[in-house]
């Protein structure tokens, strides 16, 4: 069974920074694309950052370009997202998903539950 679930949101002032973290179960990186997305109530699903499976490969959207970083850590089987520089405008629930055809289609095959981010200025 395929799972995912994140970790690590919070309230952080602007400028800061927050590490997230989602632990997965349930296949190999390699076979799925993993990516994390966030949501504002009221708003659509946006994708953040993708992990390319099996490509060593990440894929970011322009405006976190520079502030993040996703990358995993294979052993523990957790994908992490770091966010640098922080802003209002990052306020969200963030998603890990995970899809199989390796890349990070908005509509990706499993979701965590996600986690909130909650960033003041």
């Known amino acids: 069974e395929v799972q995912l679930v994140e970790s690590g949101g919070g309230l952080v002032q602007t400028g800061g920074s927050l590490r997230l973290a989602c632990e997965v179960s349930?296949?190999?990186?390699?076979?799925?694309?993993i990516g994390w997305f966030r949501q504002v109530p009221g708003q659509d699903r946006l994708g953040v950052a993708c992990?390319?499976?099996?490509?060593?490969?990440?894929v970011y959207e322009d405006f976190v370009k520079g502030r993040f970083t996703i990358f995993s850590d294979n052993a523990k089987k957790i994908v992490y997202l770091q966010m640098n520089n922080l802003e209002v405008e990052d306020t969200a629930v963030y998603y890990c998903a995970a899809d199989r055809t390796r890349k990070c289609p908005r509509l990706m095959d499993y979701w965590g539950k996600g986690t909130l981010v909650t960033v003041s200025s």
């Open positions: 349930g296949f190999s990186f390699d076979d799925y694309g």
């Open positions: 992990l390319i499976g099996g490509e060593d490969r990440a």
